[in-house]
């Protein structure tokens, strides 16, 4: 199995894509819903990006507690400027992985890597390169946010002036000598972010950056994450928001019970569990003809009809074709979605006692 | 180790009680007990009595005071980051555990000497305008020996900060501390004390003879040589410490005090590190 980036003919989004090589992969970018098609070259599989470019490498991760497994042999890759989502029911491991990734926690067994630097054994070296928001957001309570974004700015050796430029950009620059311990939540959320992209680290650990948050703030946090990426910021991102991080990661790892039970794109999960596409289309007059035209098409799992709405779930692949059949029969087609598989159904699926 | 992510630690640790107003509160309560003590300690004394007298008043109040401030300053200081979370975060930068854990002493250690030397040098200040017989330099040796007691406390403070998993726990033991070095040892030592020596002799008007053994046990109670240090160097200074109103051996000396006092605050810093660098956060 290899894993390469692709970009986006039409919108130049990134996409990740995992195959063999000289597989041809059929792809529909997450961005604008191109569809394409690309074979992974025999030549680039061979560097595929592995151990010399990963920016984050976790190999055999265990972490016990007592007689309690927390973490158990987990392994995995986070490319050079990707977004990696980690998924995962409460208490299945996804914090301690994180704590572990940053030496917080000490690691029973396994190696992590940050830039092929070992945290364990030089996890100062390491942690030069990352930038980390926690769970639990806290500051010292008793200085205003410029005097703590100060304080980081000096441990890593920031420039102090991109402290008051943060805290405009995330809509703290009114708070002057209000004392962090005076704010709100959802404050001391963005200043955490804040903190987390401070000195522009290459790579940034996110452990639920939207908990507590607004609307607003969950899009201004989101924003903040795609443009970092665009900057060409590694990201590991946590989150309950699936839908967030299916929109915003290119690959997604789901724990269970302290085990990593897969990881792979969304698209790559869903066709693992064989989760197809559905497309609703509503005709002006339906009929049995256009009904078996549909049905008759290789790659059709089901047709379910409603009133003059035909539901069909079918390949990924297919989808062009059903239509076409649809018109070809006489559909006058008034009306079409598509949903895609959702991470919503990948990780119940994935997670299911 | 990198001394400016120290410094920068031991900055924050400053400026956040400076924010907190704890360094003026207790730098106004030590100058006003020090004033009080002065001019109203003595039985019978009328105003301001020298510094030499101040400090035999003092003393006693500055066993049970700094070690108690010293333990609220620093039961809380690794633990209670833990709990608020912010420990994860400062461990995440780029800087080790030793660095943060001596960053966070040095930081410590500062306010408490900063309130100690303001507290008792206001105070001593404005007694020395008003009497004739002005000792400086013993004035100077008990802020000194009472800065060293304070890191004792802290040192040991950060050990139990270390060794907790809750900053509720760690104030007990805070607590506990203070009650053990002020209370229950030195019953203990004057208990042990009392059934080795023939209290019948020292009745009928003979020298009292204080084992050696008994000097050394003094050693184990940092407020105990915080007393002694003071007897050595300035005169008698505290009624509840035995060994300052009784002939001393040889060995026991004033350098032998100090050097207690800084053993105490070495081996439970080294312990605090040693435990930080092994603590789950």
């Not at chain 1, 005076?182 to 972010?193: A, D, E, I, N, T």
């Not at chain 2, 690794?78 to 780029?94: A, D, K, V």
């Not at chain 2, 009928?204 to 105990?224: Q, R």
Request: aromatic share 8%.
């Amino acid at each position: 199995m290899a894993t390469t980036l692709v970009k986006c003919l039409t919108c130049k989004t990134t996409i990740t894509i995992s195959g063999e090589p000289g597989e041809k992969i059929f792809l529909t970018c997450p961005q604008c819903n191109q569809k394409g098609a690309f074979t992974i070259p025999e030549e680039k599989s061979a560097k595929t990006i592995g151990t010399n470019s990963a920016t984050i490498e976790v190999n055999g991760l265990t972490k016990s507690y007592n007689h309690f497994t927390a973490v158990n042999n987990v392994s995995f890759t986070v490319n050079k400027g990707e977004i990696f989502g980690f998924l995962g029911p409460n208490g299945a491991g996804k914090t301690t992985t994180i704590k572990s990734m940053l030496d917080l926690i000490h690691a029973n067994k396994g190696t992590i890597k940050i830039n092929g630097i070992d945290v364990r054994s030089h996890g100062k070296e390491a942690k030069k390169y990352v930038g980390y928001m926690p769970e639990k957001v806290a500051f010292y309570d008793n200085l205003t946010a410029l005097q703590n974004l100060r304080f980081y700015a000096e441990i890593k050796h920031a420039p102090k002036e991109e402290c008051i430029h943060l805290i405009e950009e995330f809509g703290l620059g009114d708070t002057g000598k209000k004392r962090v311990g005076k704010f709100s939540k959802g404050m001391v959320q963005r200043l955490g972010m804040a903190r987390a992209i401070l000195g522009t680290p290459p790579i940034l650990i996110l452990d639920e950056p939207s908990g507590g948050l607004d609307p607003r703030g969950v899009v201004l946090i989101r924003d903040k994450i795609l443009e970092m990426k665009k900057k060409g910021t590694t990201i590991f991102v946590s989150s309950h928001i699936l839908s967030e991080i299916q929109e915003i990661c290119d690959r997604v790892g789901i724990i269970n019970k302290g085990v990593l039970v897969a990881q792979d794109t969304v698209d790559g999960l869903s066709k693992k569990l064989n989760l197809k596409p559905q497309i609703t289309v509503t005709v002006g007059s339906l009929s049995a003809k256009i009904e078996n035209a549909v049905k008759n098409l290789p790659g059709v799992d089901s047709v379910k009809t409603q009133g003059n709405t035909l539901e069909i779930v079918c390949d990924g692949a297919m989808k062009a074709k059903v239509i076409l059949a649809i018109s070809t029969a006489g559909g006058n087609i008034q009306n079409l979605q598509t949903k895609e598989p959702s991470l919503e159904e990948v990780f119940m699926r994935y997670t299911e006692v | 180790m990198k001394t400016d992510v120290i410094i920068s630690i031991a900055k924050k640790e400053i400026m956040d009680n400076i924010r907190n107003k704890w360094i003026i509160l207790v730098s106004v309560m030590f100058a006003l007990l020090t004033l009080v003590v002065s001019y109203f300690g003595s039985l019978g004394s009328h105003g301001w009595q020298d510094l030499g007298i101040t400090i035999s008043g003092m003393a006693n109040l500055v066993t049970f005071l700094v070690p108690i401030i010293a333990l609220i300053l620093a039961y809380a200081t690794i633990i209670g980051e833990i709990e608020r979370g912010s420990m994860n975060s400062l461990l995440s930068l780029s800087a080790t555990r030793f660095e943060i854990i001596i960053g966070k002493f040095l930081g410590l250690a500062g306010v408490l000497c900063f309130t100690i030397i303001i507290g008792f040098g206001a105070a001593g200040l404005m007694i020395a305008a008003n009497v004739s017989n002005v000792n400086y330099v013993d004035y100077g040796i008990f802020i000194g020996a009472t800065m060293l007691l304070g890191l004792v406390f802290l040192s040991v403070a950060l050990f139990f900060s270390t060794i907790f998993n809750k900053r509720s726990t760690a104030m007990g033991g805070a607590i506990f501390l203070w009650f053990l070095f002020n209370i229950i040892l030195p019953i203990v030592f004057i208990g042990l004390l009392a059934t080795t020596i023939d209290i019948t002799k020292f009745a009928a008007g003979n020298p009292i003879v204080v084992p050696d053994w008994y000097h050394a046990l003094t050693l184990f109670n940092p407020t105990s040589v915080y007393s002694s240090l003071l007897t050595f160097a300035i005169g008698p200074v505290s009624s509840m410490n035995a060994s300052s109103m009784i002939p001393a051996p040889a060995w026991y000396s004033s350098g032998l005090l100090i050097g207690v006092l800084l053993a105490w605050i070495i081996v439970f810093f080294v312990l605090a590190v040693w435990r930080f660098q092994r603590k789950d956060i």
